[in-house]
């Protein structure tokens, strides 16, 4: 038995499940978990000494790479002034202040602890400032796990929702409208229905919670024009595509402005860090401006604002987002033709730093029910066969894969190179 699987058994002890989030415990490809002990730039290490060229980059907040020089030294001189005072810092004006220079629609930001928080709060948020109940959301898109988010719909776009897991009340999914992902038609049909009954539409704008989805042209477009019309405000949940498929998010790249935005991941650096923020007359609803309730005890503390505006700083870097673009484009074209040269039937998506891939027939995916079509089968011994051959992959058919500026050249090759080897044997 390996270190790893052994620490593995221990863990299950007292930790349900050996984990301290699902999808770690590897349900989605079989095996046990992988324990790891460093990372380093683009590279993991294991307990048991091996290294992986990492693709998980853990759920995509390191995009500098692991261990970046200059965001450990910040934390390290911030440490020694304190971890957390409950009180207000300069450092959190600063990177408030960046943040609504960096993202035009962004007037005012509050800074929380998880993704969750802050798309939960902004649900909130445009409950209050809206006077009304119902949200819509979107089957594949993921956007933490507050009660009013996990539910998915049953069929037909206005059948009550369903919570997705015991412990959420029905009479709270009944609220949430789950629609097709990707499909304007049914947008514009239900709210031609019941728009006046819409507090918000919450979306990922480029969807990485189903694999790597971008959006069909007009898709935001049509999710904004409703939302104008209807009175509902528009939530970008950015919290993975923010800050990763261009230095202004996904709606930089797509030109469309969203009323709230939330943010996580790379905008904490790796420490936990959400966010969430939007035009001002919507977040001076927010306590204790306004009536709408929401705090945190370790909410923008020193360490998580200090990894985290280092990380902003870094990033915008002239050619920061040029190269990583170019540099995943490698990866997934490499990866292309190693499929191609084996005679397996696969296709990929690339939005910035973000990717996916998918052993299918079809090409230019961009719904879940495609996604969901893929060979699972294959996908799980791909994983097996990278893992072993030291590549570190989202362990699930449904998560987006990131790049880091740390990746070289010669990791991009030596990826496609495993790539090729193990997709000669499936
Ligand atoms: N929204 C999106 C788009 C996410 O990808 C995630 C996490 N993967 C969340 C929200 C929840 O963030 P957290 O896990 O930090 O609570």
């Given at each position: 038995m390996s270190h790893s699987q052994a620490l593995f058994q221990a863990a299950q002890t007292h930790i349900p499940g050996g984990v301290n989030s699902p999808v770690r415990a590897f349900k989605g490809v079989g095996g046990d978990p992988v324990f790891f002990e460093s990372a380093k730039g683009?590279?993991?290490?294991?307990?048991?000494?091996?290294?992986?060229?990492?693709?998980?980059?853990?759920?995509?907040?390191?995009?500098?790479?692991?261990?970046?020089?200059?965001?450990?030294?910040?934390?390290?001189?911030?440490?020694?002034?304190?971890?957390?005072?409950?009180?207000?810092?300069?450092?959190?004006?600063?990177?408030?202040?960046?943040?609504?220079?960096?993202?035009?629609?962004?007037?005012?930001?509050?800074?929380?602890?998880?993704?969750?928080?802050?798309?939960?709060?902004?649900?909130?948020?445009?409950?209050?400032?809206?006077?009304?109940?119902?949200?819509?959301?979107f089957e594949g898109c993921y956007h933490g796990h507050s009660d009013s988010l996990l539910v998915k719909a049953g069929s037909g776009a206005l059948t009550l929702g369903v919570p997705s897991s015991p412990g959420v009340p029905a009479c709270l999914a009944e609220e949430t409208l789950t629609l097709t992902h990707n499909d304007s038609d049914e947008v514009r049909r239900v709210f031609s229905e019941?728009?006046?009954?819409?507090?918000?539409?919450?979306?990922?704008?480029?969807?990485?919670?189903?694999?790597?989805?971008?959006?069909?042209?007009?898709?935001?477009?049509?999710?904004?024009?409703?939302?104008?019309?209807?009175?509902?405000?528009?939530?970008?949940?950015?919290?993975?595509?923010?800050?990763?498929?261009?230095?202004?998010?996904?709606?930089?790249?797509?030109?469309?402005?969203?009323?709230?935005?939330?943010?996580?991941?790379?905008?904490?650096?790796?420490?936990?860090?959400?966010?969430?923020?939007?035009?001002?007359?919507?977040?001076?609803?927010?306590?204790?401006?306004?009536?709408?309730?929401?705090?945190?005890?370790?909410?923008?503390?020193?360490?998580?604002m200090s990894a985290g505006l280092k990380t902003l700083q870094l990033i915008s870097e002239n050619g920061f987002f040029e190269s990583l673009e170019v540099k995943t484009k490698q990866l997934v074209d490499g990866l292309q033709q190693a499929a191609d040269e084996a005679g397996i039937p696969f296709t990929t998506n690339q939005v910035g730093g973000m990717f996916g891939f998918f052993f299918t027939e079809e090409k230019n995916i961009r719904r879940y029910a495609q996604v969901a079509k893929g060979d699972m089968e294959r996908f799980k011994r791909f994983y097996h066969g990278m893992l072993d051959a030291g590549v570190y992959l989202a362990p699930s058919a449904f998560e987006a894969g990131f790049v880091s500026s740390a990746h070289t050249d010669a990791d991009i090759q030596a990826t496609i190179d495993a790539a090729r080897k193990v997709m000669s044997t499936l």
């Amino acid at each position: 038995m390996s270190h790893s699987q052994a620490l593995f058994q221990a863990a299950q002890t007292h930790i349900p499940g050996g984990v301290n989030s699902p999808v770690r415990a590897f349900k989605g490809v079989g095996g046990d978990p992988v324990f790891f002990e460093s990372a380093k730039g683009a590279y993991l290490k294991d307990v048991d000494g091996k290294q992986y060229i990492d693709y998980v980059a853990s759920w995509g907040p390191a995009i500098l790479g692991h261990a970046h020089p200059e965001v450990i030294q910040t934390v390290q001189q911030q440490a020694e002034k304190g971890l957390s005072f409950g009180a207000p810092t300069e450092l959190e004006t600063t990177i408030a202040d960046l943040v609504c220079d960096l993202i035009p629609s962004i007037d005012m930001v509050r800074m929380v602890s998880s993704g969750t928080e802050a798309t939960m709060t902004a649900i909130r948020l445009a409950r209050g400032y809206t006077g009304r109940d119902k949200i819509v959301k979107f089957e594949g898109c993921y956007h933490g796990h507050s009660d009013s988010l996990l539910v998915k719909a049953g069929s037909g776009a206005l059948t009550l929702g369903v919570p997705s897991s015991p412990g959420v009340p029905a009479c709270l999914a009944e609220e949430t409208l789950t629609l097709t992902h990707n499909d304007s038609d049914e947008v514009r049909r239900v709210f031609s229905e019941i728009g006046d009954q819409i507090a918000c539409i919450i979306v990922e704008p480029v969807a990485g919670n189903m694999n790597c989805i971008p959006p069909e042209d007009g898709f935001l477009q049509t999710l904004r024009e409703v939302c104008d019309e209807s009175g509902a405000v528009l939530i970008f949940d950015e919290v993975m595509c923010g800050f990763r498929v261009g230095l202004t998010g996904a709606q930089g790249r797509y030109g469309i402005t969203p009323d709230l935005t939330t943010f996580g991941k790379v905008i904490g650096g790796g420490m936990p860090v959400g966010a969430f923020g939007g035009k001002r007359e919507v977040m001076e609803h927010i306590a204790p401006l306004g009536p709408v309730y929401q705090a945190g005890t370790l909410s923008g503390n020193p360490i998580a604002m200090s990894a985290g505006l280092k990380t902003l700083q870094l990033i915008s870097e002239n050619g920061f987002f040029e190269s990583l673009e170019v540099k995943t484009k490698q990866l997934v074209d490499g990866l292309q033709q190693a499929a191609d040269e084996a005679g397996i039937p696969f296709t990929t998506n690339q939005v910035g730093g973000m990717f996916g891939f998918f052993f299918t027939e079809e090409k230019n995916i961009r719904r879940y029910a495609q996604v969901a079509k893929g060979d699972m089968e294959r996908f799980k011994r791909f994983y097996h066969g990278m893992l072993d051959a030291g590549v570190y992959l989202a362990p699930s058919a449904f998560e987006a894969g990131f790049v880091s500026s740390a990746h070289t050249d010669a990791d991009i090759q030596a990826t496609i190179d495993a790539a090729r080897k193990v997709m000669s044997t499936l």
